[in-house]
């Protein structure tokens, strides 16, 4: 029987999402002892030791449906200082974006966002069947005035990450207030702060919770600095109009019972918290100097991840290859589509250590095989 009929053109065309390699297949293929997996921008420490105490003492009462994330609204809202009737909670915050397509999206609105933004919230999008829009990136970061001209009637939607991935760029508060200012409030904004604690230091960073405008939604998550991307755990911001309705087609047993608990324990993990941060920071400054001096270009990040731009589509799947081989499972940006980009993901101090030392064999190499050829 042919189900193509069946499938609007629009879920056809997309396709589904390829995790990356498992470190065992790539230990196998190899033959490795150690692997760096700096593909997904995981934290490399672990998860928050309080939120795995809070998961394991969740386990006792798993008979027992969730309570739609009510728990871990109410001490987000404390710590926020917010109304509860002001937060949500989800499987993630790919699985808050999940609802926010269902609920605000009608079949002739538009989504505006720049080219090669994440690749969840690109597919989240596409797979509601309304026009996607995209605007270029100007020096990798997003052009925000471009983003203000390029909303029309139809736009509905305003997708902005910030930190962006996999560029890594933040747009500043002066920029955000001067786009803000030229946005119709029928328009919506998200906000996606997945990588808010590795820029929130940063001055010029726009903490959208000091923008509690209408038609703002901040989204974050637990997944990057509290180490619980394999929990699905994640929550957002907005006013309590979008919130009620968002809680209306969100599916009503998200977040699960453990995910909630690891919640709420991890928010109260400074330590770990810190910690992160710091070899996050470590990372960071390691991996971009050691990139640059090697000669490739490196985007500066603000977040837990770089941006590694090469000339050419091949260069960039020739050195993922050589990469791999040697134990440096990195993501290429194809499918975001930027065939000729890596982004590599902080790691401990040895696996940034081992990145480098790849990406300079990987790299001579081929300088070689370019003079010998
Ligand atoms: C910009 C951005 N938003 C959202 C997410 C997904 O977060 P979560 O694990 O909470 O769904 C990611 C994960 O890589 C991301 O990079």
């Not at 991935?165 to 998200?190: A, K, S």
């Not at 270009?297 to 589509?313: G, I, K, R």
Request: with cysteine; aromatic share 8%.
């Amino acid at each position: 029987m042919r189900l193509v009929p069946l499938v609007p053109s629009y879920i056809e065309s997309l396709r589904p999402y390829e995790a990356g390699r498992t470190l065992e297949s790539v230990r196998r293929q190899y033959g490795l002892e150690r692997i760096a997996k700096l593909a997904s921008n995981e934290n490399p420490l672990g998860a928050s030791p309080k939120a795995v105490e809070a998961l394991r003492n969740a386990l006792d009462g798993l008979n027992l449906y969730p309570d739609g994330g009510l728990r871990l609204r109410v001490v987000l809202a404390e710590e926020f200082e917010v109304k509860v009737e002001n937060v949500i909670a989800g499987s993630g915050s790919e699985g808050i974006m999940s609802s926010i397509i269902r609920a605000f999206l009608c079949d002739e609105d538009e989504v505006l966002t720049t080219e090669a933004a994440f690749i969840g919230f690109q597919v989240l999008a596409r797979s509601r069947g309304v026009k996607y829009r995209t605007v270029p990136y100007r020096d990798w970061h997003y052009d925000l005035p471009a983003l203000a001209q390029a909303i029309n009637a139809n736009t509905k939607i305003v997708y902005l990450a910030n930190p962006n991935n996999p560029t890594g760029t933040i747009f500043t508060r002066h920029q955000f207030d001067e786009f803000y200012r030229h946005v119709p409030e029928r328009v919506l904004i998200i906000l996606d702060e997945a990588y808010f604690e590795y820029a929130k230091d940063n001055p010029k960073y726009p903490d959208s919770m000091h923008y509690r405008y209408d038609n703002v939604i901040t989204l974050r998550t637990f997944s990057k600095i509290y180490g619980l991307a394999g929990v699905r755990i994640g929550y957002g911001f907005a006013h309590q109009e979008l919130i009620r309705n968002l809680l209306k087609v969100k599916l009503p047993f998200e977040p699960s019972t453990p995910a909630e608990a690891a919640g709420i324990a991890a928010l109260a993990d400074l330590e770990f918290l810190h910690r992160s941060l710091e070899v996050n920071a470590r990372g960071l400054r390691f991996l971009t100097a050691g990139i640059e001096e090697i000669g490739l270009t490196v985007v500066p990040s603000q977040a837990n991840f770089v941006m590694v731009v090469l000339p050419e589509a091949h260069d960039a799947e020739r050195m993922f290859e050589e990469l791999l081989a040697q134990g440096v499972v990195v993501r290429p940006l194809k499918a975001f589509g930027l065939p000729n980009c890596l982004r590599i993901s902080t790691g401990t101090d040895e696996d940034n250590q081992l990145c480098v030392q790849a990406l300079r064999r990987s790299h001579a190499a081929n300088l070689g095989a370019t003079r010998t050829s």
